[in-house]
């Protein structure tokens, strides 16, 4: 796949493990470039997951490691990490990608430093800042590829806007918005949700993004009735 654009061609879906007690999905995501460049959104749990006492065990499937080899890559073959934030789930495997770049809301970076949310996933994201693209706000990345700060779920939490030459804009809500049903201005504050003002101002952000941007397809971050109607791995959309 080489063309001479640097826009996004190909998006793939990965979910790396269930989520109990209501088979959330855990999910990563790959975008690939008309110029050849891998761009990794998330690494998913740990393999050698440990929770605290009362937390039931996810069902771990094939991790993003292998579902990448499906698609005859490495992780030394991923050149960008787009963080969302350093949630267990989210941020569970970025120390296997040592090549890459990752790019993270600097505020969710500093807060996370202080936070003991994120101490299980600290080895994997406490990365030299050198490694680091630092961002402060909504940022177009690359042409086709905009990333949106959504707050609220955590501090500097990020959503993906990938626009795809066949689908048309697709929005990857991540936490912002777990499912379908909460995607209203007034969605409720979930358990991990940090922030309830916050929550409820990135969503309608994103609602109004998905009517000027004619957003073709929104993908929500923990959808167990949504997921298992979408294309996964080795499937895409183009």
């Known amino acids: 796949m080489t063309t001479s654009t640097p826009a996004p061609q190909r998006l ?22 008309g110029d050849n460049k891998n761009i990794l959104l998330d690494t998913g749990l740990s393999d050698n997951l440990q929770l605290p006492p009362g937390f039931p065990m996810p069902e771990l499937g094939q991790n993003v490691i292998e579902q990448l080899a499906l698609l005859d890559l490495q992780p030394d073959d991923i050149d960008l ?11 569970g495997q970025h120390g296997a990608f040592t ?15 202080e936070n003991q949310r994120f101490a ?14 630092f961002l402060d706000g909504d940022t177009e990345l690359l042409p086709g590829l905009t990333l949106i700060e959504t707050s609220g779920h955590t501090a500097g939490h990020q ?15 991540i936490d912002a918005v777990p499912e379908q049903e909460s995607f209203t201005p007034d969605r409720p504050l979930g358990p991990f949700d940090e922030d ?29 009735k949504q997921w298992p109607t979408l294309k996964k791995v080795p499937e895409y959309y183009a």
């Open 12 to 33: 793939y879906l990965m979910q790396v493990a269930t989520l109990p007690p209501i088979n959330m999905p855990a999910v990563c995501y790959l975008i690939q470039t």
């Open 159 to 173: 959503s993906v806007l990938v626009q795809l030459p066949a689908t048309g804009p697709v929005l990857l809500t």
């Open 120 to 133: 299980m996933t600290r080895p994997q994201w406490d990365q030299p800042p050198s490694r680091y693209r």
């Open 81 to 91: 990490l787009i963080c969302t934030h350093f949630d267990l789930d989210h941020a």
């Open 196 to 224: 309830e003002e916050g929550v409820r101002a990135s969503v309608r952000k994103l609602l109004d993004l998905v009517q000027r941007e004619q957003v073709a397809l929104v993908i929500f971050g923990h959808d167990g």
């Open 99 to 113: 090549r890459a770049q990752f790019v993270v809301q600097r505020k969710h970076y500093e807060q996370a430093r």
